[in-house]
């Protein structure tokens, strides 16, 4: 699990992108709720050791 945060919700959104990114590259799709709005973004790749979630600050 990785937690990470972000100062806006600009860069909640692009920290999520990267992670999406790495991920499929690596042959999986994640599942991926929250990033519409930002605030939040949870990223589910499927595998029982690999959930991240991002928390953006005001």
């Given at each position: ?32 709720e ?15 050791s ?7 600050g005001?």
């Open positions: 699990m990785v937690l990470a945060t972000g100062r806006s919700t600009w860069h909640g959104k692009n920290i999520a992108q990267a992670l999406i990114y790495k991920a499929a590259q690596r042959v999986v799709l994640p599942t991926v929250g990033q519409e709005g930002g605030k939040w973004i949870v990223i589910d790749s499927g595998l029982c690999a959930l991240w979630c991002i928390i953006v005001k």
